[in-house]
């Protein structure tokens, strides 16, 4: 019986049921709403087709309990244009640990020795988080960071998301277990894709200030949609081949 009540799952659930501060807020439930509503058109438009002139090694990094499968459509697309991608090669995201990062750190800097040069990343929210604290730990093996609706700036519960990673995790989302720079720039190129219409995470903070980040570009896209719209993808290749400033 005291499972039930002081045991991992008990813990989690006290987590996923903690008032939100005081004044912070996350997207309207409208845009939350839409989050479901318009996650499937994007899908049924054509992926941008083009040559990259200037080829990276990139490594994706997926969004909160999301499987790099949902990451498919951007990694077709940079494929395509002649990119070579891996995933991060942890399966589902369920939030930073110690040893995960360790072994993030190992397998970053072997793909950039392999490679013979730095390598990109680009995270999807809570994976933009990884990939930015990544750059911090081994910066001469990162040539830049993008992210995605990634919750780095302000307050860690301006977002829709951050019960379910109480309950995933099994700790607060300002209160990881590990020595993190969630806020503070990289010391790489870096820059911030956001949205006015992110349903899961207030715009402020995927845009960050710009303290915290080298560049930021809005979209109109959902959060849901960073990794499949085509305008997305078309300007990840964008930035990727140099095209489009990162400042």
Known sequence: MAFLFDGPLARRLRLATLPKPAGVR?????????????????LRRSLPVRRAEHPHR????????AHPVTMRRLRRALEQAGHR???????WN??????????Q???????????????????WSLG???????AHRAPQAVAGVITMGTPFSGDMHANNAWRTYHLLTGHAVDAPPIDAHFTAKP????VALWSPRD?????RSARGRPDQRDGAIALRCTHFGFSADPRAIAVVLDLLDGTRSWT
């Open 26 to 42: 996350g997207p309207s439930f409208r845009l939350w709403l839409g989050e479901g509503l318009r996650v499937v058109p994007p």
């Open 58 to 65: 990139v490594i994706l990094f997926p969004g909160l309990a």
């Open 85 to 91: 991608v891996d995933d991060w090669g942890e399966g």
């Open 94 to 103: 369920l939030g930073p640990t110690a040893d995960l990062l360790d072994r």
């Open 105 to 123: 750190v190992e397998r970053l800097e072997a793909l950039a020795l392999a490679e013979g040069r730095p390598v990109m990343l680009v995270g």
């Open 128 to 134: 933009g988080i990884i990939a930015r604290e990544l």
């Open 187 to 190: 010391p790489v190129p870096t």
């Open 199 to 203: 349903g899961i995470v207030a715009p």
